[in-house]
């Protein structure tokens, strides 16, 4: 593990959640709010989760935390490939790109103790990334910072990369008895 006194904080890792239970995105935020507790900024950058308004999208401004402190920057285009998305791979696909670039432009100017690469796993599963891209992004990420990973299927090269990785495993899930999606649950 890599270590610092950056900010007041003594940590300094590369994070993974993935599996196909749920809670990757909720685990991410947790460590935003763990870190914006302790007086540094965390922006989480959401490469697949399209427009809509989830809870976390109003939790800041809600509680008048500046958006330079805690951000969520929704970069996806939606659900590639189902709910009823028509647009072609290829436009996710720059959607990822630009989402990339957007991380390695934010990752030098060094304001953020910690970003949140949402659902960046799954960009890479669906191939509008390669886990190399990521990992050449990621390559010159400050060495006293936190950076976390997140998505089902994450591939084994981010794994061996980090120095923490959960999985996080379905055992029951209302879904799969017919339940919709429920505000402050899933989104």
Not at 83 to 111: I, Q, Y
Not at 132 to 137: G, I, R
Not at 167 to 185: L, W
Request: overall charge negative; charged content about 20%; hydrophobic content about 50%.
């Amino acid at each position: 593990m890599r270590a610092s006194r950056g900010h007041g904080i003594i940590c300094s890792m590369i994070i993974v959640f993935t599996g196909d239970g749920k809670g990757k995105t909720t685990a991410s935020l947790g460590q935003m709010v763990r870190v914006a507790g302790r007086g540094a900024a965390a922006l989480m950058i959401q490469f697949i989760k399209g427009p809509w308004i989830s809870g976390e999208d109003l939790f800041a401004e809600r509680y008048g935390i500046a958006p330079e402190r805690f951000a969520i920057r929704k970069t996806g285009l939606g659900f590639v490939g189902i709910l009823g998305d028509s647009l072609p791979m290829e436009t996710h696909r720059e959607a990822a790109r630009n989402a990339l670039a957007a991380f390695a432009a934010e990752a030098k100017a060094g304001a953020w103790h910690l970003i949140v690469l949402d659902e960046i796993n799954v960009a890479v599963s669906l191939g509008l990334l390669t886990a190399d891209d990521v990992l050449a992004a990621i390559a010159d990420y400050p060495k006293d910072r936190i950076l976390i990973l997140s998505g089902r299927g994450a591939p084994q090269e981010f794994i061996d990369a980090a120095d923490l990785a959960t999985e996080m495993r379905e055992i029951k899930h209302p879904f799969n008895a017919g339940a919709a999606a429920q505000p402050t649950i899933e989104f």
